[in-house]
C-alpha cells in the first residue's frame, strides 16, 4: 500500500478464506475504487482476483460486493475506513 492510498478493509466469506490457506478473513487493502482494492489484495494473495472477477474485467455472476453495505460496481469509489464485504450470492429452488 502507498501512503497516499485510500485504506480498507475487505471482508471476506469463509468460503473464499478456506481456498487461501493462512489469509484471514478481514484483509487490510488500498485504492481508489473497488477494483483498485480487489487489484492490491491479489498483489498479496496471488489468485484473489482470479476468484472474484471474470474476464472484462466484471464481478462474477454468483458474488456481490457492498461497499460499507451498499452494492457496488468495479468502479465504485472507496474513502479511508470503509469496508468492502465479498458475499456469494444465495440462490435456490
Known amino acids: 500500500m502507498t501512503e497516499a492510498a485510500t485504506r ?3 471482508a471476506l466469506p469463509r468460503s473464499l478464506v478456506a481456498l487461501f490457506p493462512g489469509v484471514d478473513r478481514r484483509v487490510p487493502a488500498a ?3 473497488v477494483l483498485d482494492v480487489i487489484r492490491d489484495v ?3 494473495v496471488p489468485g484473489f482476483a ?8 466484471s464481478i462474477r455472476e454468483h458474488l456481490n460486493l457492498f461497499v460499507d453495505g451498499d452494492l457496488a460496481g468495479l468502479d465504485t469509489p472507496v474513502s479511508d475506513g470503509v469496508t468492502v464485504h465479498v458475499i456469494p450470492a444465495v440462490s435456490g429452488g
Open 31 to 33: 485504492g481508489a475504487t
Open 8 to 10: 480498507v478493509t475487505v
Open 42 to 44: 491479489d498483489a498479496r
Open 50 to 57: 482470479n476468484r472474484i472477477l471474470d474476464a472484462g474485467p
